[in-house]
């Protein structure tokens, strides 16, 4: 693979995302910095990557400055679980502005173009269904959730003023649930809690009713999607939505799991957390246009990948 020349930093490059982030542009020949305070990556997510010459790990917290030579900043660092970022939620808002604050110095100083992971939060328990970027949200600015939603809201207000004030080059990606091979066993997301469960016999926990709703997508469409951001055209600043529009209710993907995981395991029943959203879909009719991007990915074929990687790690 011939090298691009090209510098890029990944934030949060040892997480979930970011490692499938380093990967993709390591195959593509880029030059990787993976910034990591290992809060909650790990080491073996970007294992197959540490002896490669264009790939670099530097063990920093955002929320201090930094300064580096790079072309291109990926800012993903941030805790994206509810139990990993409601566990220490004034470190995850410091880690949501005081780290975009420092990525957008990064990029002023250096010239370099900057894409935010947003995510679907920034909407709230939306009132309007699908969700579209001009919906401008519901969010209680005081709940469990805030740190995070008020947050990733904040990072964006900084990513288009430094836009207005510098001229910077960015790029705001909003990103609905993902799901796939790396996330933790622990993480606490529906996805893997439910395939751990159901391959360890154990009962599968479905807050409240069951009758909420999640549109999710697969990692590698995912990736494709931030790569396609990160390359439009300099005056295209998104907001842009990236997620699956297949929407179904948690109850429903509780039942696939068992049915294709062949588990035994019981659906149960625990309380809802609080300001949990009622729906959400993205409405992805920007990414279509402005990326030329789709998710490929069904469902089944995407859970049947990540139980077959759980199942691999929990054997070793
Ligand atoms: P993750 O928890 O696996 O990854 C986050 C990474 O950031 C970890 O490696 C963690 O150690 C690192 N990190 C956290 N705080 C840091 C700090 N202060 N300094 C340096 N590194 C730090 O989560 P993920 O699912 O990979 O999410 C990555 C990004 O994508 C996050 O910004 C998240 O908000 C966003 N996002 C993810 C989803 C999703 O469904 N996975 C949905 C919407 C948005
Ligand atoms: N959920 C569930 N059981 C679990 C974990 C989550 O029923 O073990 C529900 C949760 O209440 C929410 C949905 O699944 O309605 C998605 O939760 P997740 O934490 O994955 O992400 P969110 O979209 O809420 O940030």
Redesign the pocket.
Known sequence: MRSTGQRTLV??????????VCDALIRRGDDVLC????????RD?IAALLEHPRFELLQ????LPLDVAVDRIF???????PV??QHDPV??T???V??AMNMLALAHKRGARILQ?????VYGDPEVHPQPESYWGRVNPIGMRSC?NEG?RCAETLFFDYRRQYDLQIKVV??????GP???VD?G?VVSNFIVQALRGEDVTLYGDGSQTRSF?Y?DD?IEALLAAMDTPADFTGPVNV?NPAELSMRELAERVLRLSGSRSRIVHRPLPPDDPKVRRPDIALAERALGWQPRVPLDAGLEKTIAYFRAHLNA
């Open positions: 934030t949060g490059g040892a997480g979930f995302l970011g490692s499938h910034v990591d305070n290992f809060h909650t990556g790990t997510n920093h917290d955002v929320t800012n993903l660092a941030c805790p994206a679980s990993h970022y470190q995850t410091r880690t949501c005081h780290g992971a947003s995510t679907s939060e995070y990733k909003r990103i609905f649930n993902t799901y790396r996330m933790y993480d997301r997508c990692v995912l997620g």
